[in-house]
């Protein structure tokens, strides 16, 4: 009787002390709940599955009811060359459960994609995809840009895809021969453009060609009205390393197809140097060199003067309208006043070309890695002016005023 009093009182002790500790907040954790860990599989299992093109594996993840517009998706995928295609899991939301009493989730994803010999780093976007959980296995039920992220082009139609010796041209909505002559003209861009920037970069061209204006917003993420009158833009990451998102080259196909066979090759070709310098060119870049040292690429050997490549300034110099500084990042915002627009873009590159005559090309170059080295905005075009070409500011920006009294007055 004495030892069976002695174990109970251990029992009760032992009850005593695992209350106090749950009471002390030392119970046993809750076990860790395994959707993350089950969705990041699935994706996985979704991502290897549409890069070996096997459309029954790619369909097990998917709702019957989501399953028609993903294999869409899917097919128009085929004609793009990928090499990779990887979801980073960013957050999981238990959503509670739906009306049939089954789990449902949230998941915010970052996708990260590489073309097949053009992309030395990833296109990454984030995506919002909505799944269901039945008989112990989790369903896509939905997959969307999440906001503010851009649209891919294949979201937009079928890909039609054209491969030149430089360049990669993939459109939609477009004819096979409109996207040849684009791909020949982007050929034409890289080797000019290498002759001008001579460093490291990769001399290849991804070119996307959208179906229309509205659908050329819907990749950039921007209104469209933004963009009317441009007739390309470039996407990419300034001060990119090699794993630096890929630039990719947007061309609006309606203020593009206006353009005669020499204003196309000036735009691929301004627009190709950006993908070049990306790696040199960073925050404290000031925009009036990096779109000057462009255009100065672009008219670099086309015999054209400066009266006939910057009309718009040479209007306002010989109005008695001569700018009195090199304009402002704010000068080259797109939407505005078109003509105000064209004028900073002409100063820009007049002051490159000024850079080109008087100090020498090599010393252009120079300045434009300088500028991009800097670790800040503020001081960065001052030091490079200083230590690059021997002048001051207030000395080139007089130097530059005079520039264009003499070309364009």
């Not at 082009?153 to 996207?179: A, F, H, I, K, Y």
């Not at 003209?185 to 991804?206: E, H, M, Q």
């Not at 300045?367 to 690059?388: D, I, S, T, W």
Request: glycine share 10%; aromatic share 6%; charged share 25%.
């Amino acid at each position: 009787m004495a030892g069976q009093g002695r174990g109970a009182g251990r029992r009760a002790a032992a009850c005593l002390l695992t209350a106090l500790l749950a009471l002390a907040g030392c119970a046993a954790p809750e076990p860790a709940d395994p959707a993350p860990q089950e969705i990041r599989t699935l994706l996985d299992r979704h991502a290897r599955a549409l890069l070996a093109r096997d459309e029954a594996a790619y369909a097990v993840a998917l709702d019957p009811a989501l399953a028609p517009t993903a294999i869409e998706e899917f097919d128009r995928l085929a004609e793009v060359p990928l090499a990779s295609w990887d979801y980073r899991l960013k957050d999981v939301d238990r959503a509670g459960q739906d009306g049939a009493g089954q789990d449902r989730a949230t998941v915010r994803a970052e996708l990260s994609y590489r073309i097949s010999g053009y992309d030395s780093g990833p296109v990454t976007t984030e995506r919002v995809l909505d799944l269901t959980e039945r008989d112990g296995r989790w369903y896509v039920t939905g997959d969307r840009p999440a906001e503010g992220a851009t649209q891919q082009l294949w979201q937009q139609g079928d890909v039609e895809t054209v491969r030149g010796e430089r360049s990669l041209v993939l459109g939609v909505g477009q004819s096979e021969e409109r996207l040849k002559a684009i791909a020949a003209t982007a050929d034409r861009a890289v080797p000019a453009v290498s002759a001008a920037w001579p460093g490291k970069w990769a001399r290849r061209v991804v070119v996307l060609v959208p179906a229309s204006l509205d659908a050329m917003g819907g990749l950039l993420g921007a209104p469209p009205s933004s963009y009317r009158g441009i007739a390309a833009v470039t996407t990419g990451e300034v001060g990119g390393g090699p794993d630096a998102p890929a630039d990719r080259v947007i061309v609006n196909p309606e203020a593009y197809g206006v353009l005669g066979d020499f204003g196309r090759q000036v735009v691929l070709t301004h627009e190709t140097t950006h993908v070049a310098t990306r790696a040199a060119t960073s925050a404290a870049t000031p925009v009036w060199l990096s779109e000057g040292f462009a255009d100065w690429v672009a008219y670099r050997d086309t015999g054209r003067t400066a009266a006939q490549a910057a009309p718009e300034l040479r209007r306002a110099v010989r109005a008695g309208e001569l700018p009195a500084a090199l304009p402002d990042d704010k000068a080259f915002a797109f939407g505005g006043d078109a003509e105000a627009l064209a004028r900073a873009y002409e100063g820009g590159w007049l002051a490159c070309d000024l850079i080109a005559e008087r100090w020498g090309e090599p010393e252009l170059r120079e300045f434009y890695r300088a500028v991009g080295g800097h670790p800040q905005r503020e001081g960065a075009v001052e030091k490079a002016l200083g230590e690059v070409l021997g002048t001051t500011p207030e000395a080139f920006t007089t130097d530059w005023r005079a520039f264009l009294r003499e070309r364009l007055g």
